[in-house]
């Protein structure tokens, strides 16, 4: 497993397996298969899942010093007391005293004051040695750039939706200059085949070019799709609650796209977002109370 090394030194595995709205019920076994297969790195939040994804890890015989376990406070928690709060709700489901990367899931652009306070709550973790790595997921250049001038810390990791036909190389390059990793949800752009995408709905898995590409190197056009992500320096976390989708995600470290394959997957840009909105989160509109552990 090629790895990355985050701004404070910490080695983070360059892919690992998502988890946003696995079921419980189908977390562990997805978990387990992944560890299994492989894995070292899984992204998590609070989706209800956490509790699952602990169990996984403490079943899989796997020492816990070996696995990388990312989470998410979401902006329910915001605030400095509310997000230590939410570090101690998640560490309990997990099973776990130190997180390894703790990232807040986007910005609250309604009430900013707010997300900067949790911020400082993840500084104040960091330095405790409670986690070992902070981030952000979902913050624009704007948010980058205010989160930068209130506070001490710069975030290790940016997490964004990110695939051939939304690269939001704006942030992107901004990321770059700020020694802040690009991390992408959604890599193979599974956000373009959800209901939510609308009429434009349509599978960047099924574009002609990265078929044509899948067809030159023996891959599917999902792994051409993950190599492409990890080719530009991005760590990249696909999902997925099958075994056999879940090893062929893995097996993209023997094979590499030419100069030429970059530039053409690089043109797909469409400009079309598949997420919410960054600048239009509120709490009223996505706010839901995350449960005790």
Excluded: C
Excluded at 134 to 150: C, E, K, P, Q
Excluded at 160 to 185: G, K, M
Excluded at 219 to 246: F, M, Y
């Amino acid at each position: 497993m090629q790895t990355l090394t985050l701004n404070n030194g910490v080695e983070m595995p360059a892919l690992g397996l998502g988890v946003f709205q696995t079921p419980p019920d189908e977390t562990r076994a997805a978990v387990t298969a992944a560890l299994d297969l492989g894995y070292r790195h899984i992204d998590t939040a609070a989706y209800g899942n956490e509790r699952e994804v602990g169990q996984a890890i403490r079943d899989s015989g796997v020492p816990r010093e070996q696995i990388f376990i990312e989470t998410k406070i979401w902006i329910s928690d915001y605030g400095y007391d509310e997000t230590l709060h939410g570090f101690d709700k998640s560490a309990a489901k997990l099973g776990v005293d130190r997180i390894d990367l703790l990232i807040l899931h986007q910005a609250l652009p309604s009430d900013f004051d707010k997300t900067l306070a949790a911020y400082r709550a993840l500084e104040k973790l960091l330095a405790d040695g409670r986690v070992r790595a902070i981030g952000v997921s979902n913050f624009m250049v704007d948010h980058l750039t205010a989160l930068l001038d209130a506070t001490t810390v710069v975030p290790a990791v940016n997490q964004l939706e990110i695939h051939p036909y939304f690269q939001q190389r704006a942030v992107l390059d901004f990321d770059d200059q700020h020694h802040i990793l690009n991390q992408a949800w959604s890599p193979i752009g599974g956000i373009t085949f959800y209901p939510g995408y609308g009429e434009h709905r349509r599978s960047v898995l099924e574009d002609p070019v990265v078929t044509a590409i899948a067809e030159t190197h023996g891959k599917s056009p999902a792994q051409v799709l993950l190599r492409w992500g990890i080719q530009h320096g991005r760590s990249v976390i696909p999902k997925s609650t099958k075994r056999h989708r879940i090893a062929e995600n893995i097996d993209v470290f023997d094979f590499a796209l030419t100069a030429d394959e970059l530039k053409v997957l690089d043109a797909l840009e469409t400009g079309r977002r598949g997420g919410p909105e960054p600048t239009s989160v509120t709490l009223a509109a996505y706010g839901r109370a995350i449960p005790e552990a």
